[in-house]
Every structure is written in C-alpha cells, then in structure tokens.
C-alpha cells in the first residue's frame, strides 16, 4: 500500500435535489471499507453520461441523495490493496459504470462480470456493509481492480474517459453480434454513443456503417416518409442509440434488416418502448436485444482497438466545478458528443 492514500480528500460535487439536478455542492463522503484487492484513485476527468442524468433527475427511481454521480473516469493509482497483482502506485487507469460484483456467481465467473445481478454500480448502489457508492464527480474513487482498467499510453486521459460507458457500451454489441467485414451495420442517433458506435464499426471494417438520423425533436428525419423502404433488406445489425422510447418507429427499422437480422437497444429510456407488431419480427426473422456496457476483457479490447485505429473523442472540456453547466448542456442536447470534466477538488 502506499502512504499517499492520507493525501487523498473524498468529495465531490452531489446533487442534494432530483428537482434540482444542475445545483450541484461540493459534500464530503466516506468511501467504503478499504479490501486487499481495491484500489485507490486520484480522479482527473469524468465523463458526463446520459445515465447521469437519468439518474439525478430520478427518472430511474429512488435516488440515495446526497449524490455524486459520474462513471466515465480517468486518473492516476495512489493505493493499491495486498492482494491486487495488476496495477502498481502511479499507473494511468479508468473505471467505468460499476466498481465491484458478488466476484462468485457464474456470470461473474465466466467472464460476464457487467451483468452480475448483486453489480455495484459506480454511484447510487449500496455496498455490503451498507455505504452508498459515490462517483466520478469528485476527487477521488475506490474500486476493486476486476472493474479497473489500464489506460494506454496512446489515449490521452481526457480522451479515454468517455469511451469507459459510452464507447464500451458501443463496442460490446458490435463485438457480441459478429461486427466485422461483410457485414452491414446501421446506427440510430449519432451522440454520445452512436459517434463510438460509428467509429468502432469502421475500425473493425464493416463494409456498411450509415447513420439513419433522428431529429432533435424526438422523429425520424429523413426527408422521405418512405425512408424504410429505401433501408430494406439492407442491415445485420442496427445499434438504437436514442434516449427517447415511443417516438422510435421500431416496425419500420426492423423492415430495414436483413434476415435473422438484429436491432439492439443501447439507450435507456424513462418509460416503455413503443408496441411492436409480431409480424414486423417474425416476416424476416429479426431479433429485437439490448446490451450492457462490457466485460473487462471487452474494455481492454475496445481501448486498444481505438488506440490502434484512432477512435476519437468528440468532446468538450469544462472545470468540474462548471458541472450544473454540463448537466444543463445535456439535457438541452446541446453537446457534441461528450462533455468531459476536469477535476478541480
């Protein structure tokens, strides 16, 4: 362990009001009981991710407040427990949506650590011995090293923070569903998830990656009232990226797939998705799925291929203490794609 964990200041920037989710204030917080594979984390950047939002407004449901959110973080190991074996103190790493796991279940066991139901999320979770986890808003996180992740030296901090939600929770359906050449993908919504989901599709050479755009106003912008037509019998896979549910016209895009095509959820809405024909599903045989972030090992691939082949980051860059901004940016759709904040506590 290192001795510069006593330099370490817990706190952050919490949301105290889901009424008020842009009124931010800078709370001290007690992290959870240190464990000998956690590690400890200067935070420098975080990402801000549509889940936050969703969350301190208390669209997902109950919110533990006082609350820090944030779980598209970057920084450096400032301590390590005795039994962690791959970061040592100074290293450049990441953690992304959760921070620990029941580690013993077969999902857990098989690689599948993302979909463990007993998941600590990275914020709003209650931890075993009862503490809230608090996220990257704020100066510093603990993690057990399994949701800990490397950074390499080819991707900038900044860079790196937003692919550890967003780019992740592109890159594992692309991976999941067989992405890759002679194949066709399409993609929903160009944001903070579809600018990956495009990126990572060319960078694992798919012969097609076209956007079908969704206006701002929550409707299919085409130009062309018949937009599914011109699609038809054209996708493998389709990544619905769009924070929005029942303005997504899923009879007309499952038209647009290929047989035993696929269409995946990626964003999450507040309320219900749409009716869906049976028909539409059953007339080329299409599957209608969703995705979950990723496994370590998907988080380790994805920052290598996007170091490799360049994926970028289309972000803006604020002072944490700038966040209420951020928070009142993305809500108004103003952001392109991510903002990133800069730790200033």
Request: glycine fraction near 12%; proline fraction near 4%.
């Amino acid at each position: 362990m290192s001795s510069d964990n006593t330099k370490l200041q817990w706190k952050g920037y919490a949301v105290h009001d889901t009424k008020h989710p842009d009124q931010l204030k800078v709370t001290e917080f007690k992290p959870k009981v240190f464990e000998d594979k956690d590690i400890d984390i200067k935070i420098e950047y975080c990402g801000v991710c549509g889940s936050d939002i969703h969350t301190i407004t208390g669209g997902w449901g109950e919110v533990k407040l006082p609350l820090i959110a944030g779980h598209e973080i970057t920084g450096h190991v400032v301590r390590v427990g005795s039994k962690v074996t791959e970061f040592k103190v100074g290293d450049r790493v990441g953690v992304g949506a959760h921070v620990g796991s029941c580690y013993s279940c077969q999902r857990c066991q098989g690689g599948a650590e993302n979909y463990c139901l007993k998941a600590i999320h990275t914020y709003n979770s209650v931890y075993p011995d009862g503490t809230v986890s608090q996220g990257g808003y704020a100066s510093a996180i603990r993690a057990n090293e399994l949701f800990v992740f490397p950074i390499p030296d080819a991707l900038s901090l900044e860079q790196a923070s937003p692919m550890l939600c967003a780019g992740i929770t592109a890159y594992s359906p692309l991976r999941t569903h067989g992405a890759g050449p002679g194949k066709s993908v399409g993609v929903i919504g160009i944001g903070g998830l579809g600018h990956y989901a495009l990126q990572f599709a060319k960078a694992m050479k798919c012969d097609k990656a076209d956007a079908l755009a969704l206006g701002a106003n929550d409707f299919v912008d085409t130009g062309d009232k018949d937009w599914a037509k011109k699609w038809t019998d054209t996708f493998d896979l389709i990544l619905c990226t769009v924070n929005v549910s029942q303005h997504i016209p899923l009879n007309d895009i499952f038209l647009t797939l290929k047989v035993h095509g696929r269409c995946i959820m990626l964003a999450l809405p507040d309320d219900a998705l749409p009716p869906i024909s049976s028909f539409s599903l059953t007339a080329s045989g299409v599957l209608l799925g969703g995705s979950l972030i990723g496994s370590k090992a998907e988080i380790l691939e994805m920052l290598a291929l996007a170091a490799k082949e360049g994926v970028k980051s289309y972000i803006e860059v604020l002072p944490m203490k700038e966040v209420g901004k951020a928070i009142q940016g993305m809500k108004a759709g103003k952001v392109r794609y991510r903002y990133v904040l800069k730790a200033d506590i």
